[in-house]
């Protein structure tokens, strides 16, 4: 096995080379993903060619994998590819908002693998933000208070629009603690979002409203950022339970076309 892994800043991400995503992938291999992916929170790869039936699989080393409850399948016998489009016709894109997947659903996902066929020549970037580092740059006060708090995550504002189309859509809405335990590194991250966060449980609304826009610039900090400069056939794969992330719509008229595949995670703890 000739596994590279070198960061892209020192706060988030890492590009990883020698591996064939395709598969199979060894034990040792897939092994060595998941230790990247703990260790830097989101990975990339290049040059990379799988088939629908090959970015499923390579999900599932990592989990089961998750059928969006809002978006219509796409995929004829592949519910679960959610197909990531943009051209001329296009007015947004899904994800323009700083976001952690689907962090509205009761047990939220554990990670995304995104596979991009075609890109634009620029632009089309995806940001990601580190909220380990999110929740340690917070001053002692502000983390006490954090460690008694909750937040209500809603989909309605999102899955309502043209992209999520299905006719039996299903609108998660869900009470998460703002910080939480990572299930692997044990390592705390702030788990607020600008997608899917409305407000904070138990407090008088002009309260919620100024700790949770406190909270969510804060995670929007440059310093916990990378940008992943897409080519095409790049993948990314994120951990959703300690990173954000946001499209960038600047591509306009431009072709942006791929598949994403979401792996199922737990109840925030
Ligand atoms: C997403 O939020 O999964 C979309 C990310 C992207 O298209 O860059």
Not at 27 to 53: G, K, P, T, Y
Not at 150 to 166: E, K, L, P
Not at 208 to 215: F, N
């Amino acid at each position: 096995m000739s596994l590279q892994v070198r960061k892209i800043t020192p706060a988030i991400g890492a590009e990883i080379s020698g591996v064939d995503l395709a598969g199979p992938l060894s034990n040792a291999e897939a092994s060595a993903l998941h230790d990247a992916l703990m260790a830097h929170q989101v990975i990339f790869f290049r040059d990379q060619r799988m088939s629908v039936e090959q970015h499923k699989a390579l999900g599932r080393l990592f989990g089961d994998l998750l059928v969006h409850p809002a978006a219509k399948a796409e995929i004829e016998g592949h519910p679960e590819i959610r197909v990531v489009h943009a051209d001329a016709t296009s007015t947004s894109v899904t994800g323009e908002v700083w976001h952690s997947d689907l962090s509205c659903a009761s047990e939220p996902p554990m990670g995304s693998i995104l596979y991009l066929h075609e890109t634009p020549e620029v632009g089309g970037d995806t940001a990601f933000a580190n909220m380990y580092l999110a929740y340690e740059t917070l001053s002692e006060p502000i983390k006490r208070l954090c460690e008694g708090l909750s937040a209500f995550h809603t989909s309605a504002h999102v899955f309502s629009q043209g992209a999520y189309a299905r006719s039996d859509k299903i609108m998660p809405e869900a009470v998460h603690p703002i910080v939480r335990t990572h299930p692997v590194t044990g390592r705390k991250s702030l788990f607020v979002n600008r997608g899917f966060t409305t407000r904070i449980e138990g407090l008088a609304k002009h309260e919620s409203g100024a700790l949770l826009e406190m909270l969510l610039r804060h995670t929007e900090t440059p310093e916990f950022q990378c940008r992943f400069r897409w080519q095409r056939h790049s993948v990314a794969f994120w951990d959703n339970r300690c990173a954000l992330h946001r499209a960038t719509f600047d591509y306009f008229p431009n072709v942006r076309h791929g598949h994403r595949v979401t792996i199922k995670g737990d109840r925030p703890v």
